[in-house]
């Protein structure tokens, strides 16, 4: 395998781990709703708690954390709407529309991140890509219960709904955009860290962290849980395999959380998975194979347009 196969797949395989990980949030979330949390409260406590623990994490290497003052609205920017809003807006499309709905939105986010890479990266817009994005599409709208939901009129999605859900995919991608963007202002520790602030600064303005951590002690390991596994870690991961993948690539992989997220709930939650699911199952993983292949295909044509992040020169505080 040559030395870009190699990074190619060191990359996949670190957003799959992100992916699984991610998967995880149903399962923390449920539980913590059970117990009467509210989702703002949940998605303050996330940005709170892995901002924590990536401070925690640098004090070994506080260099790490270290911008340039002029990247600070760069930073603000990444943290408030590809992370802050992204999670008031899925949020607030779960309150108004299926789980099952409102996640097929979200999972448009493949589709902006391709325009807008595009756009702002000169990343290439080619059949194989085309190709992965549709069976990917097709995957999650089958794997996430919104295909036999829609056609058998058992949910009925306003305009308002329908926006929601779609500005909470153009956010997600927005994120991984901006996270590509920040691999070349500092590495994944400071990118992790300065998103998380920014974040958890606006996140607490509407709720402050620590009356949920506080409320009651019994619910602090899966506050915590929520804050690192889902969260500090999932994120972590992600930011490090974007310093090897195309930022569509990783959005396109990162598109088989749906697929572990079944996975999960059939085994821990004793929910049942449909032939309807089980087809879009087949179609994310052949999805995320194109992707794969399409990222090694890239960068054997152009490796220096994947490259980039492991090219650069740090830069200079």
Known sequence: MTASGHSALAGSLLVLGAAALWATFGLFAKALYARGYAPLEL??????????????????QPRALRIRTRDLPFFAFYGIIGFALFELLYFFALERMPVSVAAALLYTAPAFVLVLSRMFLAEPIDRLGVAAL??????????????????????????LAALLGLASGLTYGIYTLASKLSLRRTGPTGAVFWSFLFATAVLAIAAPPHDALLRDARSLPLLLGLGIVPTLLAYGLYLRGLTFLHATTAAMIA????????VLGALFLAERVSADQALGVLAIVAGAALASRRERRVESEAPTIGSSSRARKRPRP
């Open 43 to 60: 998605a303050s406590v996330r940005a709170f708690v892995g901002l924590t623990g990536i401070a925690l994490f640098a004090l070994r």
């Open 134 to 159: 549709a069976l990917l599409l097709c995957g999650v709208v089958l794997v996430t219960g919104a295909a036999h939901a829609m056609a058998t009129g058992q949910v009925h999605v306003t305009p």
């Open 255 to 262: 598109s088989v959380e749906p697929v572990i997220a079944a």
